[in-house]
């Protein structure tokens, strides 16, 4: 079972884009891929205030993804605490990743030619600290909970 | 090798502290200082490490090779820009005198260092970008309470209930300011947000009242005359410290909600149900006397409205509500030392403090030298050293900017990047980023004050300094050895902390000396010395103005409609750049390459143009016209358009940013005069713009 998901209250969420910069800084990524993004819905009036919901998305980390299964020199690993990360040793960046996630979230690093996606920061997490998006939320809005069973 | 800093961010004006990570010489990462902000950063805080890489910056220094603005340049060795430029300012002291040499700068802490190198070089005329910013909420504050904007602290976090005029928080982000109305709100306190359109900010609020574009004051006054009317003011407060609330409550009689429903557009009900909610919660009731306030005739009498607002609700050093900000002599602690040269007694050129004597004659008012400049009254002026400062983004009509400047023999613009200004500039004196510079140790004032220091966490990788080390080489090439006499930042540091005790050891823990370990609270009942008005009371009539010739309490005059076919132009901001400093930064273009326009859904259809249709944005006079796509909302009043300033810009070695999106200053044609003689701030919002369906908008498919 997935050990961790990074929560977002919506209610101190300020749509200000923070998150994914800080990943894309921290993974010093060039312009191109985004790991995480923030959306939002359409205004509508609640109590007479146009409001409107953030959402937060950046990897599923599926119990049993489809990128694992496709990748074809084995490059995508399942850790026993559930973060699915992307070796990058082994990646040839053929993207078959992307085509079968159904919400193609792997993507291409241009520079490298390889394919990227959230892994949770995971080595920031084995040192004991939170992922960039986390840590350094404009608001902390952003949360890396650990899920337990009930 | 591995190493952490503590800086201050440099990415806007607001100057977050920071904690910075490197590796031979690289950024790794940067993250808000834990002990402050608890980690929290913006994204243009972490967009820091791609300024430094980007190699679309001047990375030497620059003489123009053409003429003005032709983008041609020269590239030189810093001994020969800086010979150029001492050589020229010889010249023109000789034969004008010194006082026709101008120096602007931003706002900020460090603003006494370049207002003493221009001191000292025998000008009085020190200037920042202020007269396109808070400049009227600022003499407004003076006004009232004889001490500035800056002058309180807002205690948002134990309020109940925070009212912000056009005050877009969460798109300007002061990190720990939204942090505190985040937890307000957390806490069940109401956030009332009046604006022109729905905002990010307006979207956390509890009510929001859309007005019609310039009737703020119209509101705010309606809101005073109801506060009087339920009685909703801390009578002692006001008997205690205030002068002129009998002629306030004779003057705001006319001013009824169902007067100012009908003007500004909202319900009647809204501002009753508004006053009834502030009864029950004042003192801890806080409105944001406003930031940004440039904008519209009477904006600094709205400013002036709201201060008026906060005194009824003597909120003033009350939990809550609006604190004096404590500096070290509050504590017990002694100040640190500054160079601080005094300013030569000459008359400014802007007539600040001589033909306007109700303006703050700190950094005048820049605009006003434009008029010097053209009639050489008081005396000509000959020379603009813009640091940091870009007057063609800050100010309206860069093009009426050109003929002014066309008149100095010299114009020099010292900035991280090329502004609009630097290239049309004589020499550009490329400074180093603020990840690559130490800053002078600076006293941030507050209930727990502090003093905080900026360091270097890089050298820089391209030939760029830091500007203390441009105008000391620039100040020792023009006989003037006293102006700095210290050949490094660590020695001016340990000159600076000498009174204190501290060493800048002292600030490598945290980034930061704590000067008081819990907040310092005055008796709100001995407030008595604070006011520093003419009378010492909090003056509703102020003394100041009234010698000035200018009322006090202005009868309220309805704005002017938009002509038909036109709509006002609003502009503002959003919370992924700081202006044009950053529309061309790679991480933060990527993320809003260009500003949209927009426009209400029923003025849009009327017009013919759909949600992304590209529009033309044509100024006034149609020398300006800019395309960019419609953004078709319902929430903005259908007289305004709105787009973000800092876009539009004509650098060519700015790829990213290159014509991207459109400029609301270069659609304010003519308005470089359009000022407020009372607060002193230009008036940015009074402009009037044609939008059209762009023929541009692909039609049919002739192409391969």
Same mark, same amino acid.
């Given at each position: 079972?997935?050990?961790?998901?990074?929560?977002?209250?919506?209610?101190?969420?300020?749509? *200000?884009?923070?998150?994914?910069?800080?990943?894309?800084?921290?993974?010093?990524?060039?312009?191109?891929?985004?790991?995480?993004?923030?959306?939002?819905?359409?205004?509508?009036?609640?109590?007479?205030?146009?409001?409107?919901?953030?959402?937060?998305?950046? *990897?599923?980390?599926?119990?049993?993804?489809?990128?694992?299964?496709?990748?074809?020199?084995?490059?995508?690993?399942?850790?026993?605490?559930?973060?699915?990360?992307?070796?990058?040793?082994?990646?040839?960046?053929?993207?078959? *990743?992307?085509?079968?996630?159904?919400?193609?979230?792997?993507?291409?690093?241009?520079?490298?030619?390889?394919?990227?996606?959230?892994?949770?920061?995971?080595?920031?997490?084995?040192?004991? $600290?939170?992922?960039? *998006?986390?840590?350094?939320?404009?608001?902390?809005? $952003?949360?890396?909970?650990?899920?337990?069973?009930? | 090798?591995?190493?952490?800093?503590?800086?201050?961010?440099?990415?806007?004006?607001?100057?977050?502290?920071?904690?910075?990570?490197?590796?031979?010489?690289? &950024?790794?990462?940067?993250?808000?200082?834990?002990?402050?902000?608890?980690?929290?950063?913006?994204?243009?805080?972490?967009?820091?490490?791609?300024?430094?890489?980007?190699?679309?910056?001047?990375?030497?220094?620059?003489?123009?090779?053409?003429?003005?603005?032709?983008?041609?340049?020269?590239?030189?060795?810093?001994?020969?820009?800086?010979?150029?430029?001492?050589?020229?300012?010889?010249?023109?002291?000789?034969?004008?005198?010194?006082?026709?040499?101008?120096?602007?700068? #931003?706002?900020?802490?460090?603003?006494?260092?370049?207002?003493?190198?221009?001191?000292?070089?025998?000008?009085?005329?020190?200037?920042?970008?202020?007269?396109?910013?808070?400049?009227?909420?600022?003499?407004?504050?003076?006004? &009232?309470?004889?001490?500035?904007?800056?002058?309180?602290?807002?205690?948002?976090?134990?309020?109940?209930?925070?009212?912000?005029?056009?005050?877009?928080?969460?798109?300007?982000?002061?990190?720990?300011?939204?942090?505190?109305?985040? @937890?307000?709100?957390?806490?069940?306190?109401?956030?009332?947000?009046?604006?022109?359109?729905?905002?990010?900010?307006?979207?956390?609020?509890?009510?929001?009242?859309?007005?019609?574009?310039?009737?703020?004051?119209?509101?705010?006054?309606?809101?005073?005359?109801?506060?009087?009317?339920?009685?909703?003011?801390?009578?002692?407060?006001?008997?205690?410290?205030?002068?002129?609330?009998?002629?306030?409550?004779?003057?705001?009689?006319?001013?009824?909600?169902?007067?100012?429903?009908?003007?500004?557009?909202?319900?009647?009900?809204?501002?009753?149900?508004?006053?009834?909610?502030?009864?029950?919660?004042?003192?801890?009731?806080?409105?944001?006397?406003?930031?940004?306030?440039?904008?519209?005739?009477?904006?600094?009498?709205?400013?002036?409205?709201?201060?008026?607002?906060?005194?009824?609700?003597?909120?003033?050093?009350?939990?809550?509500?609006?604190?004096?900000?404590?500096?070290?002599?509050?504590?017990?602690?002694?100040?640190?030392?500054?160079?601080?040269?005094?300013?030569?007694?000459?008359?400014?050129?802007?007539?600040?403090?001589?033909?306007?004597?109700?303006?703050?004659?700190?950094?005048?008012?820049?605009?006003?030298?434009?008029?010097?400049?053209?009639?050489?009254?008081?005396?000509?002026?000959?020379?603009?050293?813009?640091?940091?400062?870009?007057?063609?983004?800050?100010?309206?009509?860069?093009?009426?900017?050109?003929?002014?400047?066309?008149?100095?023999?010299?114009?020099?613009?010292?900035?991280?990047?090329?502004?609009?200004?630097?290239?049309?500039?004589?020499?550009?004196?490329?400074?180093?980023?603020?990840?690559?510079?130490?800053?002078?140790?600076?006293?941030?004032?507050?209930?727990?004050?502090?003093?905080?220091?900026? %360091?270097?966490? &890089?050298?820089?990788?391209?030939?760029?300094?830091?500007?203390?080390?441009?105008?000391?080489?620039?100040? @020792?090439?023009?006989?003037?050895?006293?102006?700095?006499?210290?050949?490094?930042?660590?020695?001016?540091?340990?000159?600076?902390?000498?009174?204190?005790?501290?060493?800048?050891?002292?600030?490598?823990?945290?980034?930061?000396?704590?000067?008081?370990?819990?907040?310092?609270?005055?008796?709100?009942?001995?407030?008595?010395?604070?006011?520093?008005?003419?009378?010492?009371?909090?003056?509703?009539?102020?003394?100041?103005?009234?010698?000035?010739?200018?009322?006090?309490?202005?009868?309220?005059?309805?704005?002017?409609?938009?002509?038909?076919?036109?709509?006002?132009?609003?502009?503002? %901001?959003?919370?992924?750049?700081?202006?044009?400093?950053?529309?061309?930064?790679?991480?933060?273009?990527?993320?809003?390459?260009?500003?949209?326009?927009?426009?209400?859904?029923?003025?849009?259809?009327?017009?013919?143009?759909?949600?992304?249709?590209?529009? @033309?944005?044509?100024?006034?006079?149609?020398?300006?016209?800019?395309?960019?796509?419609?953004?078709?909302?319902?929430?903005?009043?259908?007289?305004?358009?709105?787009?973000?300033?800092?876009?539009?810009?004509?650098?060519?070695?700015?790829?990213?940013?290159?014509?991207?999106?459109?400029?609301?200053?270069?659609?304010?044609?003519?308005?470089?005069? @359009?000022?407020?003689?009372?607060?002193?701030?230009?008036?940015?919002?009074?402009?009037?713009?044609?939008? #059209?369906?762009?023929?541009?908008?692909?039609?049919?498919?002739?192409?391969?």
């Amino acid at each position: 079972m997935n050990k961790y998901m990074i929560y977002l209250n919506g209610k101190r969420c300020i749509g *200000c884009h923070g998150c994914e910069v800080h990943c894309k800084a921290n993974k010093n990524l060039p312009v191109g891929p985004y790991l995480c993004e923030i959306d939002h819905s359409v205004m509508v009036k609640v109590k007479s205030v146009p409001k409107t919901e953030f959402s937060f998305r950046s *990897c599923y980390h599926c119990e049993d993804p489809f990128c694992l299964a496709i990748c074809p020199t084995g490059a995508i690993v399942k850790r026993a605490d559930g973060i699915v990360y992307i070796d990058q040793e082994k990646c040839i960046g053929c993207m078959a *990743c992307a085509g079968s996630c159904p919400w193609t979230i792997p993507q291409l690093n241009p520079e490298t030619k390889k394919a990227i996606k959230c892994d949770y920061c995971m080595d920031r997490v084995d040192a004991g $600290l939170n992922p960039a *998006c986390v840590t350094k939320c404009t608001t902390h809005a $952003l949360k890396f909970v650990e899920l337990r069973p009930l | 090798m591995k190493k952490s800093v503590y800086s201050i961010c440099g990415m806007c004006t607001v100057r977050c502290p920071i904690r910075v990570e490197t590796e031979n010489n690289r &950024v790794t990462w940067i993250e808000g200082n834990q002990h402050l902000l608890g980690g929290a950063l913006c994204a243009k805080g972490s967009a820091g490490p791609a300024l430094v890489a980007d190699k679309e910056r001047p990375g030497q220094p620059l003489i123009r090779d053409g003429a003005r603005g032709s983008g041609r340049w020269k590239k030189v060795s810093w001994e020969t820009a800086l010979d150029y430029i001492a050589e020229k300012l010889k010249k023109i002291k000789a034969e004008h005198g010194a006082e026709s040499v101008v120096l602007s700068t #931003r706002g900020g802490p460090w603003q006494d260092f370049f207002k003493s190198f221009i001191h000292a070089f025998g000008s009085p005329n020190y200037t920042n970008h202020d007269s396109t910013c808070g400049r009227n909420t600022h003499h407004a504050s003076l006004s &009232v309470y004889g001490v500035g904007r800056k002058d309180y602290a807002y205690d948002i976090k134990n309020a109940k209930h925070l009212i912000l005029f056009g005050r877009n928080m969460f798109s300007s982000l002061r990190i720990a300011e939204n942090l505190q109305t985040l @937890d307000m709100l957390d806490n069940g306190g109401r956030l009332t947000y009046v604006d022109v359109r729905q905002t990010i900010t307006g979207l956390k609020s509890t009510r929001f009242l859309q007005v019609r574009p310039g009737t703020d004051y119209a509101l705010a006054l309606s809101m005073i005359h109801e506060v009087i009317k339920q009685k909703t003011y801390d009578k002692d407060f006001l008997d205690r410290y205030v002068t002129g609330f009998d002629e306030l409550c004779t003057f705001i009689e006319p001013y009824t909600p169902a007067w100012a429903a009908k003007e500004c557009g909202v319900r009647e009900q809204a501002i009753k149900n508004f006053v009834a909610e502030i009864k029950e919660e004042m003192p801890k009731v806080i409105f944001h006397p406003g930031w940004n306030l440039s904008r519209y005739k009477d904006s600094f009498y709205a400013s002036r409205a709201l201060h008026i607002l906060n005194v009824l609700m003597g909120n003033i050093e009350q939990k809550g509500g609006l604190l004096i900000p404590k500096g070290p002599g509050d504590c017990g602690k002694k100040g640190i030392q500054a160079i601080n040269i005094a300013k030569p007694d000459i008359k400014r050129a802007d007539g600040v403090g001589w033909k306007y004597k109700h303006f703050d004659k700190g950094p005048g008012l820049a605009h006003l030298f434009f008029n010097a400049m053209e009639t050489e009254d008081p005396y000509p002026i000959k020379a603009w050293i813009a640091m940091r400062h870009d007057p063609f983004s800050c100010m309206p009509d860069p093009k009426k900017q050109e003929q002014h400047f066309d008149k100095l023999d010299l114009l020099v613009s010292v900035d991280t990047h090329y502004s609009e200004f630097g290239w049309y500039s004589d020499v550009i004196l490329p400074e180093c980023t603020y990840l690559e510079r130490d800053s002078p140790i600076c006293v941030q004032k507050g209930p727990k004050p502090r003093l905080a220091v900026r %360091r270097k966490a &890089v050298d820089p990788e391209t030939d760029t300094k830091p500007a203390w080390q441009i105008f000391k080489s620039l100040a @020792d090439r023009l006989d003037m050895k006293d102006f700095f006499p210290y050949a490094t930042m660590e020695e001016y540091w340990k000159w600076q902390l000498e009174p204190t005790g501290y060493t800048i050891k002292d600030f490598d823990d945290k980034g930061f000396v704590s000067l008081a370990d819990n907040p310092v609270l005055f008796d709100p009942l001995q407030l008595d010395g604070k006011f520093k008005t003419p009378s010492g009371k909090i003056e509703l009539i102020s003394k100041k103005l009234t010698d000035a010739g200018l009322p006090s309490l202005k009868e309220y005059i309805s704005p002017i409609k938009p002509p038909r076919g036109m709509f006002r132009l609003v502009y503002g %901001r959003t919370a992924v750049h700081s202006h044009g400093h950053t529309t061309n930064n790679p991480l933060l273009n990527e993320l809003m390459p260009k500003n949209s326009l927009w426009i209400n859904i029923k003025s849009a259809e009327r017009l013919g143009i759909a949600h992304g249709d590209l529009v @033309d944005v044509v100024a006034e006079d149609e020398s300006y016209c800019g395309t960019i796509h419609a953004n078709v909302v319902e929430y903005i009043h259908p007289e305004a358009v709105f787009t973000l300033h800092g876009f539009g810009k004509e650098i060519p070695l700015q790829t990213r940013s290159f014509h991207a999106g459109i400029s609301d200053q270069k659609l304010m044609i003519n308005k470089l005069d @359009d000022w407020d003689p009372a607060g002193g701030g230009i008036n940015l919002c009074e402009a009037f713009v044609v939008v #059209r369906r762009s023929v541009k908008n692909p039609q049919r498919r002739i192409e391969l």
